[in-house]
């Protein structure tokens, strides 16, 4: 069965570094999506991609954060300068449909500012 | 605001007892509500998913129903692998979907 891939696993940054989390979905699905869930705390959504650029971000994605598709199969998110609040599990999703059609997950990457 | 609420927070069930979660949501325009199962340290894994108000979809030991206000994952028998976080989601037009805090399931053998 097809799946969302994510890597790494696990992150641990210090405070004011960049991260990059990284994605493969799945090959004929057309849109991606970003969520995070902080420990113990509902799953929340990030950002939306669709055609190589956001279609919606939540108030979440503020300018620290980006996403960008660099070819074919990858699909990335970037954090520019990790605060300790960002630490949380961010998961990877995609969909070949926008609505009617529940979202893949991959694993998580467990991401740990220190 | 789309709201999802789920209860119980946590339910622990001895296996062969039958019990059913709830998902209340507020939603205007509701494209599809959504089950997933959770597993500790992994992502959401897709269950089901539910149009209108009357439809029901089964899977092995789970059922799940929609009325107009909320949606019941009904456990039959569950077995200790069925222990998880069920989560409930909804869909309004093409928005992305929106997360419950999920029901903590626990079966003891």
């Known amino acids: 069965e097809p799946e969302v891939t994510q890597t790494p696993s696990h992150q641990v940054t210090q405070m004011g570094q960049e991260v990059i989390l990284r994605c493969v979905p799945i090959?004929?699905?057309?849109?991606f999506y970003w969520y995070r869930q902080i420990l113990g705390q509902k799953v929340e959504f990030l950002v939306s991609f669709y055609n190589n650029e956001i279609s919606e971000k939540s108030e979440i994605f503020d300018d620290q954060f980006s996403v960008e598709r660099p070819d074919g199969s990858n699909f990335t998110l970037k954090i520019r300068s990790t605060k300790l609040e960002d630490s949380a599990m961010y998961f990877c999703?995609?969909?070949?449909?926008?609505?009617?059609?529940?979202?893949?997950f991959g694993s998580g990457t467990r991401l740990t500012v220190v | 605001e789309d709201q999802v609420t789920q209860s119980p927070e946590a339910l622990r069930l001895q296996e062969g007892e039958s019990s059913s979660l709830n998902c209340s949501y507020t939603v205007s325009g509701l494209r599809g509500l959504f089950w997933y199962r959770q597993d500790p340290g992994k992502g959401p894994e897709f269950l089901f998913t539910l149009y209108s108000a009357g439809e029901e979809k089964e899977k092995e030991r789970l059922k799940a129903t929609l009325t107009k206000k909320e949606s019941f994952l009904h456990i039959t028998a569950p077995k200790p692998e069925d222990s998880a976080t069920y989560l409930c989601a909804v869909q309004r037009g093409n928005t992305p979907l929106v997360f419950g805090k999920g029901t903590r399931l626990s079966v003891i053998a």
């Open positions: 999703a995609s969909s070949k449909e926008r609505a009617n059609y529940g979202y893949t």
């Open positions: 090959s004929n699905h057309l849109y």
